[in-house]
Nanobody, 122 residues
Framework: QVQLVESGGGLVQAGGSLRLSCAAS????????MGWFRQAPGKDREFVAA???????DYSDSVKSRFTISRDNAKNTVFLQMNSLKPEDTAVYYC????????????????WGQGTQVTVSS
């Protein structure tokens, strides 16, 4: 049974930082691309960043230069370092997994975590 468990969310002031983690189990982690998506209140879920097992990376334009995705294949964990946070980054952040290649499409990811809330105050 595949499980993705996010942690690290919370409340932070604008300009601050948070580091999200996603621990994966029940899958061959090295075969999977890992992605982060987010969903703000009243909005559709959107792509944030993704990384392949070999660390090929893609970011959405809205977070590029502020967020950094990384992974520790030995610990089956993917991270999202979020710096210079803005109120518009407020959302529930989801970890997702798909075989091999990075894509930005939500429908391409077959496994999802339960989400972690990030709130950025102005």
């Amino acid at each position: 049974q595949v499980q993705l468990v996010e942690s690290g969310g919370g409340l932070v002031q604008a300009g601050g930082s948070l580091r999200l983690s996603c621990a994966a189990s029940g899958l061959a982690f090295n075969n999977y691309a890992m992605g982060w998506f987010r969903q703000a209140p009243g909005k559709d879920r959107e792509f944030v960043a993704a990384i392949t097992w070999s660390s090929r990376i893609d970011y959405s334009d809205s977070v590029k230069s502020r967020f950094t995705i990384s992974r520790d294949n030995a610990k089956n964990t993917v991270f999202l370092q979020m710096n210079s946070l803005k109120p518009e980054d407020t959302a529930v952040y989801y970890c997702a997994a798909r075989l091999r290649l990075v894509t930005t499409k939500e429908a391409d990811y077959g496994f999802w975590g339960q989400g972690t809330q990030v709130t950025v105050s102005s």
